[in-house]
C-alpha cells in the first residue's frame, strides 16, 4: 500500500565526500518528520516518530523514493 508523502527532500551527510548516508525530510499526514537514511536502508528518526502502524509502509515508500534518486 503507497503512502503520501509530499515535498520529500535529501541531501549527502557529508558534503563534497562519496560516503554513504543522507538526511531525508517530508511531509506525511501534515506531520513534518526529518531522519538520516543509512546505506543499509535503516531510518533513523529525527525528532518525530511515525506511528508504529503507519512505519514499515512509510519506510518503503522513502526506500522506494532513495533507490529513485540515489542509486539509478
Known amino acids: 500500500m503507497a ?3 509530499s515535498h520529500f527532500s535529501w541531501k549527502p ?3 563534497k565526500e562519496k ?3 543522507w538526511k531525508i525530510s ?3 499526514k501534515g506531520t513534518h518528520y526529518e531522519g538520516i537514511y543509512h ?5 533513523e528518526w529525527g525528532d518525530l516518530f ?4 503507519d512505519e514499515p509502509a512509510l ?4 526506500h ?8 539509478d
Open 64 to 71: 522506494e523514493l532513495m533507490l529513485f534518486h540515489i542509486y
Open 13 to 15: 551527510l557529508f558534503p
Open 50 to 53: 511515525p506511528a508504529r502502524a
Open 39 to 43: 546505506k543499509s536502508g535503516e531510518i
Open 59 to 62: 519506510t518503503n515508500e522513502i
Open 19 to 21: 560516503l554513504p548516508g
Open 3 to 5: 503512502v503520501m508523502i
Open 26 to 28: 517530508f511531509y506525511y
